[in-house]
């Protein structure tokens, strides 16, 4: 069986758009996942320590077989082929990827929450993912909408499209 999944992506550090870039394919070669489209890419200042560079973020949205377990092992394993160090809670990284929805599901254990905590107060995940996903709704039945409605587009800035593979909605 095949879930539709968006991942959140998000760089700071060592040229951040080709990061980004770069971890989009690598998510459209995942074994048994198809990359369906990606966001823009939009720049934001960082949600923590603000003594680091603003973040590139942006949203993709796969179909995907493998389990969500399977799939967050895999994310990190293209975290880690970044070579991304965590030295610190919402601290500079070289690349982030996060399970933001995995089909209707709500899983919450310590180390893997879906929805993704705290996914509906980041405009930096709302924006993006609206943009591919306008009509979503989240699985305790909340449209995206409202989340967005909620939450300020301040200090958020558009840059480019995301979509390096040239796939569409």
């Known amino acids: 069986m095949t879930e539709i999944t968006y991942i959140g992506l998000g760089s700071n550090l060592d040229q ?3 990061q980004l870039r770069d971890a989009v394919i690598e998510l459209a070669s995942l074994p048994d996942t198809s990359l369906i489209t990606t966001s823009s890419w939009y720049r934001s200042a ?3 320590p603000q003594d680091q560079p603003d973040f590139i973020n942006g949203v993709a949205k796969l179909q995907t077989s ?3 377990r399977k ?3 895999a994310l990190q394993v293209i975290e880690q082929a970044h070579l991304r160090k965590k030295d610190r809670h919402w601290g500079p990284r070289t690349l982030d990827l996060d399970i933001l929805l995995y089909g209707g599901q709500i899983i919450d254990d310590t180390d893997l929450q879906i929805p993704h905590p705290g996914l509906h107060l980041r405009n930096f995940v709302l924006l993006p993912l609206a943009e591919i996903a306008e009509q979503l709704t989240f699985p305790d039945g909340t449209p995206l909408v409202l989340h967005l409605e909620n939450c300020p587009s301040d200090g958020i800035v558009r840059l480019s499209s995301g979509d390096p ?3 569409t909605d």
């Open 66 to 68: 493998l389990p969500p």
């Open 165 to 167: 593979c040239g796939t």
């Open 46 to 48: 960082p949600m923590g």
């Open 71 to 73: 799939l967050l092992e």
């Open 16 to 18: 951040p758009l080709q």
